[in-house]
Structure formats: structure tokens, C-alpha cells
């Protein structure tokens, strides 16, 4: 069982930033992904960022230069530094871990990040 909290969510204006952390507990095998995803209202989930237990990155288009998704494998917390906010990117803001060996993948609730123009 894998527990998922994310922290960091808020309001600000656009142009602003903002770091969310998602903090993972629970029997996570070493080889795993971890990964950022978003739903505003009204529209479907979308993927955001992942980032592997390797390092390896990969971010949607539409926040490509803006986010950045970075790890602590030591404390199992990822992070998504969001920069030059703008007010479409407001949405809740999940995480999720898929674990290769156990082939499981466990969400966290999400938080709030609402961006004002």
C-alpha cells in the first residue's frame, strides 16, 4: 500500500510560481515513475510531468520551459516547480507513482492551485 500527500497548492497571479511536493510512503519498489497530473474544471485528466527513480524527465508541451519535476529518491518526494504561472494552468494538481515491479500505480488526492490573471 502506497500513501500519496500532496502539499504546496494556492493562489497567485499569473506570472508567479509555485512548488507543489507530493511525499510517498508505504512499500515502493526502487524502480518506479513518478508523475504529475492535472483536471480543471470540467476537463478531462491530463498528464503534466514524470519523472523516472533514474531521473529521466518528460514534460506536456504546454508546460515545456515552464515546469520542472525533480525527485529526493531518499525521502521518496517529487517535486513541480511551476514558473510563469498563467491562469489556464489552474486545475488540481495530483500525483502518481507506478511501480515496474509491482506494475501498480497509487494516486494522491491532488491540491489546488488557481492561478488569477
Known amino acids: 500500500q502506497v500513501q500519496l500527500v500532496e502539499s504546496g497548492g494556492g493562489l497567485v497571479q499569473a506570472g508567479e510560481s509555485l512548488r507543489l511536493s507530493c511525499a510517498a510512503s508505504g512499500s515502493i519498489s526502487p524502480i518506479n515513475d513518478m508523475n504529475w497530473y492535472r483536471q480543471a474544471p470540467g476537463k478531462k485528466r491530463e498528464w503534466v510531468a514524470t519523472i523516472s527513480s533514474g531521473g529521466s524527465t518528460n514534460y506536456a508541451d504546454f508546460v515545456k520551459g515552464r515546469f520542472t519535476i525533480s525527485r529526493d529518491n531518499g525521502k521518496n518526494i517529487v517535486y513541480l516547480q511551476m514558473n510563469s504561472l498563467k491562469p489556464e494552468d489552474t486545475a488540481v494538481y495530483s500525483c502518481?507513482?507506478?511501480?515496474?515491479?509491482?506494475?501498480?500505480?497509487?494516486w494522491g488526492q491532488g491540491t489546488q492551485v488557481t492561478v488569477s490573471s
Open positions: 502518481n507513482v507506478f511501480d515496474h515491479l509491482l506494475n501498480s500505480r497509487s
